[in-house]
């Protein structure tokens, strides 16, 4: 289901945007706990695919992005931890993603697959780990539409939020002014209202948060102080 008769106007770097990750949902009830996130006021969702071998975890594929996009009608935020994202790319298009995250630190033509990104129609995200430094990105500014700064070592939800990618958070966004960029800043891990907080004074705009919004006892709220951080 895409949304037709309710047009919206696409985020800006200066909105904030909040992606819940479907991780941490209940996954015997995909499509009800989708529905949840949309209800609680989520923005995108965001999905999380693990190949066993870029991390050490293995999460799901393109069945259940197709699952979440024929279900709800909500933006995907696709965040491809996958050693060979280029490989892959077609089948996460196919599958109803609108915005596909690739690691800088991946087996792949960084450029090429952001291109093909695009190409494809969807927005092209570029993501670093936390030991990453903030440098390997900048060939590729003019090239993304978001800029995922990790903020725990990716391969498992629920993880504590590490303040030392603060200073790469604020790096991003300072090249972003200079350069008359507007690429979203994403973070990602150990997410809630007090870490977005001080993400968004560094100047982060977009919160993924899986355990601190699809565990906590009012998602709603939950989202609502993110939102408010
Ligand atoms: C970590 C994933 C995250 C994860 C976040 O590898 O990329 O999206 O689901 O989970 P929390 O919010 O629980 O840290
Ligand atoms: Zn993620």
């Known amino acids: 289901m895409r949304r037709i008769f309710c047009p919206v ?3 800006t770097c200066r909105d904030r945007v909040i992606s819940p990750s479907l991780l941490a949902a209940d996954f015997s009830r995909v499509r009800d706990e989708v529905t949840r996130a949309i209800t609680a006021g989520s923005d995108w969702m965001h999905l999380d695919i ?25 933006f995907l935020d696709v965040h491809l931890m996958v050693s060979r994202p280029d490989h892959f790319l ?9 915005l596909i995250t690739v690691h800088v630190e991946a087996e792949h033509d960084v450029a090429d697959t952001l291109k093909k990104i695009r190409a494809a129609g969807c927005l092209a995200g570029l993501a670093l780990n936390p030991a990453t430094p903030i440098e390997d990105v ?14 725990v070592v990716p391969g498992f939800g629920g993880q504590a939020f590490m303040p030392e990618v603060l200073p790469k958070i604020e790096t991003a966004a300072r090249w972003r002014e200079e350069l008359g960029l507007a690429f979203h800043i994403e973070v990602d891990g150990g997410i809630d209202a007090k870490t977005a907080g001080i993400c968004g004074q560094a ?10 919004t699809f565990k906590a006892p009012d ?11």
């Open 9 to 11: 106007i696409p985020p």
């Open 50 to 74: 693990m190949d066993g071998h870029f991390v050490d975890n293995i999460s799901f594929g393109p069945a259940m992005v197709q699952t979440v996009h024929e279900t709800n009608d909500i």
């Open 90 to 98: 077609p089948r996460f298009v196919s599958a109803g993603a609108d």
């Open 138 to 151: 900048r060939p590729f500014l003019n090239e993304i539409d978001l800029l995922l700064c990790m903020t």
């Open 203 to 212: 100047g982060a705009n977009v919160f993924v948060a899986g355990s601190s």
């Open 219 to 229: 998602m709603a709220a939950a989202i609502l102080a993110i939102r408010e951080a």
